[in-house]
T-cell receptor, first 114, second 113 residues
Framework: DAMVIQNPRYQVTQFGKPVTLSCSQT?????MYWYQQKSSQAPKLLFHYYDKDFNNEADTPDNFQSRRPNTSFCFLDIRSPGLGDAAMYLCATSLLQGAQNGYTFGSGTRLTVV | DQQVKQNSPSLSVQEGRISILNCDYT??????FLWYKKYPAEGPTFLIS?????DKNEDGRFTVFLNKSAKHLSLHIVPSQPGDSAVYFC????????????FGTGTRLTIIP
């Protein structure tokens, strides 16, 4: 089945220690998104790639970076995780930009910072 | 600034009855609205959507109503089934450079057998 896969499902990292979350897709979608969802809050868009074009949200901290080496993979790098970065991180894809094209979400990675 | 608001964090409904989940938005540039359903330890899955040119869209047991003048939409589930127990997110997007999907905080629906 074509899908969006996030690894790992659970990640524990130390305060200040760089961590990378990964997302892969078999849908051949052009757009890949990273959302952060803290407990009882709405998922918040951090950034997205349209093909190789990176689009950062204005309020995304510099501590968060992303890489998309090819169509299938996208990575979220947190350079120096703080306690406030503990959250569920959701990757999503869509064929084209715009909600009308449909978003497919992965199962998420729950990040704990100790 | 929460542009999409779901004011009820939780809702309990008896099996077989109607579930009504509500959502309000503030951005008049939104022209496409969606509901997503999320089970624990899974990502959100698309449920139903509606364009701003319509005021109702129906898909089986699920109906979404849009009131543009009130900037309000609702999701009706009838009849409610135990498998409907999940968190439901309302989301909205616009056009022409405003396509990103903006989510509400979610409503946890519990169907009581």
């Amino acid at each position: 089945d074509a899908m969006v896969i996030q690894n790992p499902r659970y990640q524990v990292t130390q305060f200040g220690k760089p961590v990378t979350l990964s997302c892969s897709q078999t849908l051949n979608h052009n757009v890949m998104y990273w959302y952060q969802q803290k407990s009882s809050q709405a998922p918040k868009l951090l950034f997205h790639y349209y093909d190789k074009d990176f689009n950062n949200e204005a309020d995304t901290p510099d501590n968060f970076q992303s890489r998309r080496p090819n169509t299938s993979f996208c990575f979220l790098d947190i350079r120096s995780p703080g306690l406030g970065d503990a959250a569920m991180y959701l990757c999503a894809t869509s064929l084209l930009q715009g909600a009308q094209n449909g978003y497919t979400f992965g199962s998420g990675t729950r990040l704990t910072v100790v | 600034d929460q542009q999409v608001k779901q004011n009820s964090p939780s809702l309990s409904v008896q099996e077989g009855r109607i579930s009504i989940l509500n959502c309000d938005y503030t951005n008049s540039m939104f022209d496409y609205f969606l509901w997503y359903k999320k089970y624990p330890a899974e990502g959100p899955t698309f449920l139903i959507s509606i364009s701003s040119i319509k005021d109702k869209n129906e898909d089986g047991r699920f109906t979404v109503f849009l009131n543009k003048s009130a900037k309000h939409l609702s999701l009706h589930i009838v009849p409610s089934q135990p498998g409907d127990s999940a968190v439901y997110f309302c989301a909205a997007s616009g056009s022409f450079g405003n396509e990103k999907l903006t989510f509400g905080t979610g409503t946890r629906l519990t169907i009581i057998p």
